[in-house]
């Protein structure tokens, strides 16, 4: 007995799209699943929207910067009039100026007659009537657009840009997904360039060779043409100490530059920030002459800081496109390690010549802050165990001043608990920040049991010679409570010759040994600044401490 026939359902064209639709979008997720190319991406999702939707022409679009789109995908007919690399101005009437403008789908059903535009031009040119465009939005800003064109005499479906849209969700997941590797393997090339510049430096080799190496990486980093690292010099010029790529040639290390209107080098000497120049097709005057010369059009550059001073810039240059935007800030990140590169280089130099017990700029600046502790509290403590003394001697005698004497003692371990937070975060009697040495030394000698008299003739100078000159008059007359069996001292502070003299001088018992640790440590925190300590302590008594610093060498 013969089986009975099977009923063989068809489904509906409608069911079919959707099932065609579908299949798309999941081959074309799979390519983002897998991490593929931006442009492997584009070029399916071209295909496939060409496939599932009525069109003759589908294109894939970004947006640049300077008011043009650029054609990084093209199916159908676009192929021809559209290739791949095809860049457009935008503007006039047509849908990718429309969807750049409003950044929402737009679509155009009879584009033969309401188009203008170098765009709207290419389009008819394609034979296209109908057409709509959906934004590709990627982390919250427009990025391109995708485009759908027929040359049918009726309009594309009602539904066609929610389909659209579709596609677009998975190319901007696509292009994210991209970013966010190309952002990671940045940082990775940045960091491997930081470390090579750094090896170098803690090697010890020659600011020239750093520089050298430092351009070198950033020709690399920021695909630049140009690269260069310039001093700032007394007389405002500046003073090329390293070049890359046609900079080499054209501006060789040595070049003294006089800084113009219009160059981003003179704009970072006036202003100490960042600058850039996108196009210097404009410039005229010598400017005119090295941009032609190496070829740069666009140019960015960034201040070099060394101790908080500004030293020089460092800029990249190219021919091409503007640099990004956040070419200013990544540059920045560099430039810390430049800056960190010359400081250490000069202090090695500096204090080379200077002081052999120096030996490191690291191991100064930690020995700098072991005596700010040191320095800066220990009279405190001297007065705290003083005043204990006296109050245990008082309560001995059963005198009545021992609660005042002991309430004493514990205001001073207070403030010299205050004063060790302070010194252990870096941070200087507020007194001193704020009003300077004058100030500073005033409430520091009033908090002295041996009786102190002032003068200090200087106005506000560097912070760095101010918290030494400070720190210098705190150990010297913590000495004398120590060590002088003094009745009083005398500080006197003035500036001759672009050098700060401060004297403290005591009429104590004499005997001040200069090769003791205390004083030792005084010159070496004056060699920091390229100081000089003398000692005069006579047979018949008293000693004199002065402190010589070059307010120059801040």
């Known amino acids: 007995m013969s089986e009975p026939p099977r009923e063989v359902r068809v489904a509906p064209a409608g069911e079919r799209v959707l099932a065609d639709e579908q299949a798309a979008l999941r081959r074309v997720a799979t390519l983002v699943a897998r991490g593929a190319l931006p442009e492997d991406v584009f070029a399916t999702v071209a295909e496939e929207v060409g496939r599932v939707l009525p069109v003759d022409m589908t294109s894939i679009c970004r947006y640049e910067p300077d008011r043009t789109i650029t054609f990084v995908a093209s199916w159908g007919r676009a192929r021809e009039f559209f290739p791949v690399g095809t860049r457009l101005p935008l503007g006039g009437a047509n849908l990718g100026t429309i969807v750049s403008e409003t950044g929402r789908s737009a679509r155009i059903d009879r584009y033969s007659e309401h188009t203008t535009g170098a765009l709207g031009d290419r389009v008819r040119a394609a034979g296209v009537n ?191 496109m503007p640099f990004p935007a956040d070419t200013e800030q ?122 102190v008299t002032i003068d200090v003739a200087v106005g506000r100078l560097p912070a760095q010679v101010e918290a030494t000159a400070y720190f210098f008059v705190a150990e010297a007359l913590t000495n004398v409570v120590k060590h002088a069996n003094a009745r009083q001292a005398q500080v006197t502070a003035h500036v001759e010759d672009g050098t700060l003299h401060v004297e403290v001088r005591d009429d104590g018992v004499g005997g001040a040994r200069s090769d003791g640790s205390g004083l030792l440590g005084l010159a070496d925190r004056l060699a920091v600044l390229d100081g000089r300590l003398r000692v005069e302590t006579p047979a018949d008594g008293g000693t004199l401490l002065v402190a010589a610093i070059p307010l120059a060498a801040s």
């Open 130 to 320: 109908s057409s709509l465009a959906t934004p590709i939005r990627v982390e919250g800003r427009l990025w391109g657009v995708i485009a759908a064109s027929s040359k049918l005499n009726w309009p594309l479906p009602p539904d066609a840009e929610a389909r659209l849209a579709s596609f677009t969700e998975l190319v901007a997941t696509a292009i994210a997904n991209t970013a966010a590797r190309m952002e990671l393997r940045r940082l990775a090339d940045e960091q491997g360039a930081l470390r090579r510049v750094a090896t170098l430096v803690v090697r010890g080799l020659p600011a020239a060779e750093v520089f050298a190496a430092v351009v070198e990486e950033l020709e690399r980093l920021f695909d630049a043409q140009a690269t260069t690292i310039a001093r700032l010099e007394p007389d405002g010029t500046l003073t090329i100490v390293g070049s890359g790529g046609s900079a080499t040639e054209h501006m060789p290390v040595g070049t003294r530059v006089e800084l113009q209107r219009g160059m981003v080098l003179a704009e970072v000497a006036r202003t100490g920030r960042a600058a850039r120049v996108d196009d210097d097709g404009d410039a005229d005057g010598d400017l005119a002459e090295v941009t032609q010369r190496t070829g740069v059009r666009c140019s960015v550059a960034v201040p070099i800081m060394v101790e908080g001073a500004l030293w020089g810039s460092m800029g990249a240059g190219t021919s091409g």
């Open 330 to 451: 990544r540059m920045a990140e560099f430039t810390e390690l430049v800056g960190s590169a010359i400081a250490s280089i000069q202090a090695r130099v500096d204090l080379a010549a200077s002081r052999a017990r120096i030996v490191a700029a690291a191991d100064a600046e930690r020995r700098r802050v072991v005596r700010d502790l040191h320095d800066g509290a220990q009279q405190r403590l001297v007065h705290t165990i003083i005043t204990l003394t006296g109050a245990q001697r008082a309560m001995a005698n059963g005198q009545d001043d021992a609660a005042a004497l002991l309430a004493e003692a514990l205001d001073h371990a207070q403030r010299a608990t205050t004063e060790v937070r302070e010194l252990a975060h870096g941070i200087l009697p507020a007194i001193l920040t704020h009003r300077g040495l004058d100030a500073g030394i005033g409430a520091l000698t009033s908090r002295m049991s041996v009786p």
